[in-house]
Structure formats: structure tokens, C-alpha cells
Antibody, heavy 119, light 110 residues
Framework: EVQVLESGGGLVQPGGSLRLSCAAS????????MSWVRQAPGKGLEWVSM???????YYADSVRGRFTISRDNPKNTLYLQMNSLRAEDTAVYYC?????????????WGQGSLVTVSS | QTVLTQEPSFSVSPGGTVTLTCGLS?????????PSWYQQTPGQAPRTLIY???IRSSGVPDRFSGSILGNKAALTITGAQADDESDYYC??????????FGGGTKLTVL
């Protein structure tokens, strides 16, 4: 069964950095785009970033220039490097596998990793 | 700034039918935006229901269906059940790798 499992969340001070990881299994990781989606406490879902199977990267305006998405195909792992963190970045961060590339949707989701930005 | 509009809340009786919609702040939703729908219960990860406008994800009951209604994407639940009480989110693909979520609809079954 396809699985994606996030790790690396925690408490960080404003202006600090954190790196999230997402370990993928039971699918050909290198063949699929992957995304990060976040959810602030009590709020809706927000798309954050995507990396294509070829390595192209895309970002929401709210994180562009501060967050960097990357992937390590041999390790079947997705990353999100978060710098210059702000209180409004506090959220549960979900790793999501993209489905068939031409259909632009998320088909599998992790359980999420909580990032809290606070002094 | 692209904004997707969803009903903040909706109520349906058990066994009833409800249609949730997803509109664009400017323009019409079409299949070219590859609408998809996700269900989320509190404290849980989202679950994929519908993609490419009307394709049900694996394991999703056929009481869930997707369509384009007028200028909006729509999710219809026919024969609502108690465990359909959840938050529902639409997503549109805007091109250039960018996806946008709607604000979500909180569905109550009572």
C-alpha cells in the first residue's frame, strides 16, 4: 500500500529554520510529482509547493523565497526546507503524492507534521 | 490572487442529497482546471474523493459524484450518511504547477 510519512516538525522561533521530510514507500517515487499542503489551526487547506518528477519546483506566493522543496529519489524522500519562519507559518504540514501527472490531483496523503512558530 | 469560493457550511438530512459548489472569484470553472475534491474529518488527513472533475478515487462510494454545474465545479452526495459529516475542499489546477484550494465547506448531516 502506498505510504507517505512526514517527520521533522516541532517548535521553532520566528526567523528560524526547520526541515520537514516525507518518506515514501510502495510506489515508484521518482516517477511522480510530490507536494506539500498545510493547514493552520482551525483553518482550511493551503497548497504550499510542488516538485515534479523531473525536479521542477513551484511555490505559493506566501512561501516563495523562504521555502525550498527538494527530493532525493534514491532515498524515496521529499523535503521542505523552511527558512525565515513566521508565526503565520504555524500549521500541520501534509505531504501529498500527486496522481497521474496530466490530471493534476493529490491521490495519497500523509498524516501530517505540526510546525509551531512561536517565541 | 485567485480565490475559490465554497459554501462555508451546508446541512443535509440523512438519506438526502446535497450539492456543494466551487466557484472562481473571476471567471468560470471548466474541466480545463481539473477540479478535484477532498474530504477531511477533524484531526485526520484529507481523503481524495474526486479528480478530473468526475472520476471517483479508488474505494470512494458511488454516492459521491462530481460535475460542472453552470460555471462551477460541483460535488454531489446522494443518500447522505452520518459519516459523510466532514469538511469538503475543492482544488483547481491553475497551470504552471500551481494548485489552489477552496476555503472548504463544513457539511452537517442531521
Amino acid at each position: 500500500e502506498v505510504q507517505v510519512l512526514e517527520s521533522g516538525g516541532g517548535l521553532v522561533q520566528p526567523g528560524g529554520s526547520l526541515r520537514l521530510s516525507c518518506a515514501a514507500s510502495e510506489f515508484t517515487f521518482s516517477s511522480f510529482a510530490m507536494s506539500w499542503v498545510r493547514q493552520a489551526p482551525g483553518k482550511g487547506l493551503e497548497w504550499v509547493s510542488m516538485i515534479g518528477s523531473s525536479g521542477n519546483t513551484y511555490y505559493a506566493d506566501s512561501v516563495r523565497g523562504r521555502f525550498t522543496i527538494s527530493r532525493d529519489n534514491p532515498k524515496n524522500t521529499l523535503y521542505l526546507q523552511m527558512n525565515s519562519l513566521r508565526a503565520e507559518d504555524t500549521a500541520v504540514y501534509y505531504c501529498a503524492k500527486r496522481g497521474t501527472a496530466s490530471l493534476h490531483y493529490f491521490d495519497y496523503w500523509g498524516q501530517g507534521s505540526l510546525v509551531t512558530v512561536s517565541s | 490572487q485567485t480565490v475559490l469560493t465554497q459554501e462555508p457550511s451546508f446541512s443535509v438530512s440523512p438519506g438526502g442529497t446535497v450539492t456543494l459548489t466551487c466557484g472562481l472569484s473571476s471567471g468560470s470553472v471548466s474541466t480545463n482546471y481539473y477540479p478535484s475534491w477532498y474530504q477531511q474529518t477533524p484531526g485526520q488527513a484529507p481523503r481524495t474523493l474526486i479528480y478530473n472533475t468526475n472520476i471517483r478515487s479508488s474505494g470512494v462510494p458511488d454516492r459521491f459524484s462530481g460535475s460542472i454545474l453552470g460555471n462551477k465545479a460541483a460535488l454531489t452526495i446522494t443518500g447522505a450518511q452520518a459519516d459523510d459529516e466532514s469538511d469538503y475542499y475543492c482544488v483547481l489546477y491553475m497551470g504552471s504547477g500551481i494548485s489552489v484550494f477552496g476555503g472548504g465547506t463544513k457539511l452537517t448531516v442531521l
